[in-house]
């Protein structure tokens, strides 16, 4: 799906909105996972350098690390090599040792090997000006690890990290344990699956951010159902809204055009090229 935006939408965009695609605005996700292993130091360090906050994904091990992950058994970014769940392998005899740089195209690259990432090896990368968004993976269990997490760290603060998570109740969790942080709730635009699918609406999104606390919602962006009216309806409620996951310019811009404050995308800095090529 195409749509064009000329210079008159886009000037509506950063008037109206106060939105668009810039280095604040673009969460790399995963890191520059476009041009690195995803969830690695190397493509959260790329995000960095190139001059965007990033997303990065949370499990908790079976010796109680914080490490960085996206799917809840070990397979598919260790090309197969491991099968382990996430929460039932131990940091030290097994995820520590893994190659995450080395599986499909990144076979044979640079990249590997390269091991998953502790999450306190990710908050050093906190900058101000720039947000991390971790995101939550397991349930409300793994809060008071977070939490010593941080707290034994100096650089990650409410002004550069946030929270990210689809389970309601590791949401309330981070709010009660952590409250100065920022608290995202994520969810699908649709709910459901298959022929019992039905659109997300914003009064069910009102009602889980008031049920969890969260400070806004992080929707994924279907055109179709994610309206300039719904996110007119969250906002005005007093909640922030942003949206998942973009790789197309022109459905970034209409993310942005109708009210989205951030867009995560796996390719940052490729959006951010093409859009200032065309706007010379």
Not at 140 to 155: L, M, N, W
Not at 228 to 247: P, R, S
Request: charged share 25%; hydrophobic share 35%.
């Amino acid at each position: 799906m195409k749509i064009a935006v000329g210079l008159s939408s886009l000037a509506l965009v950063l008037s109206v909105n106060g939105a668009g695609p810039d280095y604040t605005t673009f969460i790399a996700h995963r890191g520059e996972s476009h041009d690195a292993p995803e969830n690695t130091l190397p493509a959260y360090k790329m995000a960095v350098e190139r001059g965007f906050g990033f997303e990065c994904d949370i499990y908790l091990s079976k010796d109680n690390k914080v490490f960085t992950f996206h799917d809840g058994t070990l397979t598919r970014t260790t090309g197969g090599a491991c099968t382990n769940k996430c929460a039932e392998a131990s940091w030290e005899d097994v995820i520590s040792k893994v190659d995450v740089g080395g599986w499909g195209k990144w076979k044979g690259s640079k990249f590997s090997p390269t091991r998953p990432a502790l999450l306190e090896e990710v908050l050093e990368l906190a900058v101000d000006g720039r947000y991390i968004y971790v995101e939550v993976k397991p349930g409300p269990e793994i809060v008071p690890y977070i939490k010593d997490v941080y707290a034994r760290q100096k650089k990650a603060t409410p002004k550069n990290v946030l929270f990210i998570s689809f389970n309601s109740e590791t949401c309330k969790a981070l709010k009660r344990l952590m409250p100065e942080y920022k608290v995202y709730w994520l969810t699908g635009s649709r709910l459901g699956r298959g022929k019992e699918a039905r659109p997300v609406t914003p009064e069910f999104v009102l009602r889980q951010l008031e049920e969890t606390g969260a400070d806004g919602v992080d929707c994924h962006f279907n055109p179709a159902v994610i309206t300039a009216g719904f996110i007119k309806t969250v906002k005005d409620a007093g909640y922030e809204f942003h949206v998942w996951t973009v790789d197309d310019l022109d459905m970034s811009l209409l993310a942005f055009e109708r009210g989205a404050q951030t867009v995560t995308t796996n390719c940052a800095k490729k959006q951010l090229d093409e859009y200032k090529a065309r706007n010379k």
